[in-house]
């Protein structure tokens, strides 16, 4: 998995970005209990994060803030639903997301929702360097972007030693009846797949694929719903408490602590809401990964 410390060099300032869990429900009782969430893998050659299995995100682009971009909410209402008191930049996050959503999935949420060979247009055509802001591909086509379908989970901080930094908001929204688009874009992405919050837990477990640590904590969060409903009730109010883990050697290895790790700087009475869960007797959540051939390897302290 592609990411790189530095642990002299100063921190670098964040970047807004979003990202989107997609749920919907099993068609079926076999298998796991629980919704089914959508997954790409990125690219073993991108920048941050090559190779692990990610929800759809990525960073906050200058044209998600444009004001032309029709959307169902306003700024003070996408303020007051992340608790973020700059109202354009709470809009754009619900933006970023919706756009990443449609670049990385194929899913848009949106009404009315074009037609699926628009879509696939639309999807093409921000996909590229230098494409034209979503809002002016949308407006057109009267679609309105329904942020008010994006429900605030999280908001995870890179630790300062990484060298390309993000906050980013997570948002949990149910997948639209034409889930069968979700798919992975063959670029940036290189495969996909739904799957439930135990499923992906286990497959990483066995060394199937990897997940980053803010990733393996949303799925032991969400492992605890066992419908959409359950899930969407699993967020938080505002506003979004940011999770700062931090990053210590331990040998030759580097450790990623949580806040509600022993060992982690912050105090106790700091730690984020979303990291105090009512977890079930012997399921307690990793507080700490250790990075280890590419691979993030959990643990609790």
Not at 14 to 23: E, F, G, H, Y
Not at 236 to 241: G, S, T, Y
Not at 255 to 262: A, E, I, Y
Request: with cysteine; charged share 25%.
């Amino acid at each position: 998995m592609t990411v790189t410390f530095d642990l002299e060099a100063p921190p670098v300032e964040p970047r807004d970005a979003a990202t989107v869990v997609l749920l919907r429900d099993a068609t079926s009782t076999a298998g796991a209990p629980g919704p089914l969430l959508f997954f790409v893998r990125r690219s073993a050659e991108a920048r941050f994060m090559g190779g692990a299995y990610v929800f759809p995100g990525g960073r906050v682009d200058p044209g998600d803030a444009h004001p032309d971009t029709r959307c169902d909410l306003t700024p003070e209402e996408a303020s007051r639903r992340l608790g973020e008191p700059d109202g354009a930049r709470a809009l754009a996050l619900h933006v970023a997301a919706l756009r990443e959503c449609l670049e990385e999935s194929g899913v848009l949420l949106g009404r009315p929702t074009p037609e699926d060979a628009t879509l696939d247009d639309l999807r093409a055509r921000l996909g590229v360097r230098g494409a034209p802001r979503i809002g002016a591909l949308l407006g057109p086509l009267g679609v309105t972007l329904q942020a008010s379908a994006l429900v605030p989970f999280a908001r995870w901080v890179t630790p300062t030693v990484e060298t390309r930094r993000f906050d980013a908001r997570f948002f949990l929204a149910r997948c639209p009846g034409g889930h069968h688009r979700a798919a992975h874009d063959g670029a940036e992405t290189v495969a996909s797949a739904w799957l439930t919050a135990q499923e992906a837990l286990a497959r990483a477990h066995r060394g199937e694929l990897v997940l980053a640590p803010p990733t393996y904590r949303t799925l032991e969060v969400l492992a605890l719903a066992r419908s959409v409903e359950d899930a969407l009730a699993l967020a938080q109010e505002p506003p979004l408490d940011p999770v700062e883990p931090v990053v210590e050697p331990l040998g030759d290895a580097l450790v990623v602590l949580l806040p509600d790790d022993t060992q982690h700087p912050g105090a106790p009475s700091l730690r984020p809401r979303f990291l105090r869960g009512a977890w079930p007797q012997g399921a307690l959540p990793a507080t700490r990964f250790t990075y280890q051939d590419g691979c993030w390897v959990p643990g609790r302290g």
